[in-house]
């Protein structure tokens, strides 16, 4: 018998489910930020993994979990704060480990594995090309796979220069140890890591009357902090008025930053016994320079920065939260960010109706993102500053804690040394500081946060601010 019931004839079922399939995959796909987010999770937890191997170790026994995962964190996010010896913890897999971890995680996991399934063939989807956008902080498809391409060109080129000096550089004191020496600390300059291979948490302290090591460091840290942007910028267009904006605002703040980072360090530290007040008057511009230059992003140090006055210590919280500039090697809250603010802050002053710059106006929505990231980014270094003050237990001043903090915010890695000092808590802090730091203020909370447009529109209504 056949029962049929026209209500229900013609009518096809599997629309529903599949509908309903739809929703289902619409709830669990991934938003850009996020996936930008897990692919620096996932690089962490491969490096801590490896890292945790006996064979990553000097003398043959496995890392203490915490201390591989603090270590894996500070390379991938190009940090260079440590809680083991390099030269002497570490074997020579282990360095291997670190130092890919470093240099993927100075051009970005995301940046390496969309050139190699590029050049294999692979054409990438809109919602991929999205993805790639968000991580290289473009707004449009156009020339996403060239940047790439130029990224990984500059990245060779002037790691491979400056290797080759360090290598030539090194090699009277190493021997054929001197190539390994000049390719790890080329890699780590260019992507502000801050690691070295000196050993006994020194870094450069016991090299700083060595001027060709501190520009052979120098130089390749201010490439890789400026941006793959504005080097393209710089070397094919022709004089200054050819600049982009972004690129004039990098170049202008950067000298600003440098220029005066290097006289309030000298200035502070030249009659300074225990930091540069021992030197010759060329020893100490160079490396106050140097200071100016690396505890932006970079965390290589050529003075004890124990011995350092207070007034240093907090030009130097200043500089390391302003951090490098975007689509950069380095962290912070990026240079350019600091300028919107600052501008805007002295348009209100004057009661300008515009925010402009170099014949140019900012739009709103990008002064918004600029005050956003700068109050997020205080809150965050504030927030963590009196949580890891608790775990110190007042062990250490506060104003230590709080630039161990920044250090870490600004992917810097410069460390008064009380890192070491810590328990799992507190590096357990660092580590979560680190990634925020690296992956982004914005990125890391709208990979969390769900946003929504509204369609309400509320009257305004005037308040007193002041």
Same mark, same amino acid.
């Given at each position: 018998?056949?029962?049929?019931?026209?209500?229900?004839?013609?009518?096809?079922?599997?629309?529903?489910?599949?509908?309903?399939?739809?929703?289902?995959?619409?709830?669990?796909?991934?938003?850009?930020?996020?996936?930008?987010?897990?692919?620096?999770?996932?690089?962490?937890?491969?490096?801590?993994?490896?890292?945790?191997?006996?064979?990553?170790?000097?003398?043959?026994?496995?890392?203490?979990?915490?201390?591989?995962?603090?270590?894996?964190?500070?390379?991938?996010?190009?940090?260079?704060?440590?809680?083991?010896?390099?030269?002497?913890?570490?074997?020579?897999?282990?360095?291997?480990?670190?130092?890919?971890?470093?240099?993927?995680?100075?051009?970005?996991?995301?940046?390496?594995?969309?050139?190699?399934?590029?050049?294999?063939?692979?054409?990438?989807?809109?919602?991929?090309?999205?993805?790639?956008?968000?991580?290289?902080?473009?707004?449009?498809?156009?020339?996403?796979?060239?940047?790439?391409?130029?990224?990984?060109?500059?990245?060779?080129?002037?790691?491979?220069?400056?290797?080759?000096?360090?290598?030539?550089?090194?090699?009277?004191?190493?021997?054929?140890?001197?190539?390994?020496?000049?390719?790890?600390?080329?890699?780590?300059?260019?992507?502000?890591?801050?690691?070295?291979?000196?050993?006994?948490?020194?870094?450069?302290?016991?090299?700083?009357?060595?001027?060709?090591?501190?520009?052979?460091?120098?130089?390749?840290?201010?490439?890789?902090?400026?941006?793959?942007?504005?080097?393209?910028?710089?070397?094919?267009?022709?004089?200054?008025?050819?600049?982009?904006?972004?690129?004039?605002?990098?170049?202008?703040?950067?000298?600003?930053?440098?220029?005066?980072?290097?006289?309030?360090?000298?200035? +502070?530290?030249? *009659?300074? !016994?225990? $930091? %540069?007040?021992?030197?010759?008057? =060329?020893?100490? #511009?160079?490396?106050?320079?140097?200071?100016?230059?690396?505890?932006?992003?970079?965390?290589?140090?050529?003075?004890?920065?124990?011995?350092?006055?207070?007034?240093?210590?907090?030009?130097?919280?200043?500089?390391?939260?302003?951090?490098?500039?975007?689509?950069?090697?380095?962290?912070?809250?990026?240079?350019?960010?600091?300028?919107?603010?600052?501008?805007?802050?002295?348009?209100?002053?004057?009661?300008?109706?515009?925010?402009?710059?170099?014949?140019?106006?900012?739009?709103?929505?990008?002064?918004?993102?600029?005050?956003?990231?700068?109050?997020?980014?205080?809150?965050?270094?504030?927030?963590?500053?009196?949580?890891?003050?608790?775990?110190?237990?007042?062990?250490?001043?506060?104003?230590?804690?709080?630039?161990?903090?920044?250090?870490?915010?600004?992917? +810097?890695?410069? *460390?008064? !040394?009380? $890192? %070491?000092?810590?328990?799992?808590? =507190?590096?357990? #802090?660092?580590?979560?500081?680190?990634?925020?730091?690296?992956?982004?203020?914005?990125?890391?909370?709208?990979?969390?946060?769900?946003?929504?447009?509204?369609?309400?529109?509320?009257?305004?209504?005037?308040?007193?601010?002041?």
């Amino acid at each position: 018998m056949e029962i049929r019931d026209r209500g229900l004839e013609g009518l096809d079922v599997s629309r529903p489910l599949r509908k309903a399939g739809f929703k289902a995959q619409q709830k669990f796909r991934l938003k850009p930020t996020q996936t930008i987010l897990l692919s620096f999770v996932l690089m962490i937890g491969i490096g801590t993994l490896l890292l945790m191997l006996p064979i990553s170790s000097a003398k043959g026994e496995s890392l203490p979990f915490m201390d591989a995962l603090f270590v894996s964190t500070s390379a991938s996010c190009v940090t260079g704060l440590t809680v083991v010896d390099v030269k002497n913890d570490l074997s020579f897999f282990g360095k291997c480990v670190l130092l890919l971890l470093i240099q993927v995680g100075g051009l970005g996991i995301m940046t390496l594995g969309t050139m190699v399934v590029h050049a294999m063939g692979y054409r990438f989807r809109l919602k991929e090309s999205l993805i790639l956008q968000e991580s290289l902080s473009q707004s449009g498809r156009e020339g996403l796979f060239e940047l790439i391409r130029r990224m990984i060109r500059y990245t060779l080129m002037v790691e491979g220069f400056f290797a080759l000096l360090l290598t030539i550089h090194f090699f009277p004191e190493f021997g054929v140890e001197a190539i390994g020496y000049g390719i790890f600390h080329a890699i780590s300059a260019f992507c502000n890591a801050g690691f070295d291979m000196f050993g006994n948490y020194d870094s450069l302290c016991g090299r700083q009357d060595d001027l060709f090591l501190l520009a052979g460091i120098g130089l390749p840290i201010v490439l890789g902090g400026i941006g793959f942007t504005v080097m393209y910028d710089v070397t094919h267009s022709k004089g200054w008025r050819k600049y982009t904006l972004h690129t004039k605002i990098v170049l202008a703040v950067n000298s600003v930053l440098l220029v005066g980072g290097t006289l309030l360090i000298f200035g +502070v530290e030249s *009659g300074n !016994g225990n $930091t %540069l007040g021992g030197m010759s008057l =060329g020893q100490q #511009l160079a490396n106050a320079a140097f200071m100016s230059i690396s505890c932006r992003t970079a965390g290589f140090n050529s003075f004890d920065l124990a011995a350092a006055t207070q007034v240093t210590k907090m030009v130097m919280i200043i500089l390391m939260f302003i951090g490098a500039s975007p689509l950069s090697t380095g962290g912070g809250i990026k240079c350019t960010t600091f300028f919107v603010v600052l501008r805007s802050v002295w348009a209100v002053f004057r009661g300008e109706s515009q925010v402009s710059v170099f014949g140019r106006a900012i739009g709103l929505r990008l002064r918004d993102q600029a005050f956003a990231t700068f109050t997020v980014g205080t809150l965050w270094v504030v927030t963590m500053g009196i949580l890891l003050a608790i775990i110190d237990g007042e062990e250490n001043e506060l104003g230590k804690v709080i630039f161990e903090t920044v250090s870490a915010f600004g992917t +810097v890695g410069m *460390g008064i !040394g009380i $890192t %070491l000092l810590w328990d799992d808590w =507190g590096k357990g #802090l660092l580590v979560l500081t680190m990634l925020l730091g690296r992956v982004g203020i914005m990125t890391f909370l709208l990979s969390l946060i769900q946003q929504r447009q509204s369609i309400v529109k509320y009257p305004k209504e005037e308040i007193m601010l002041g």
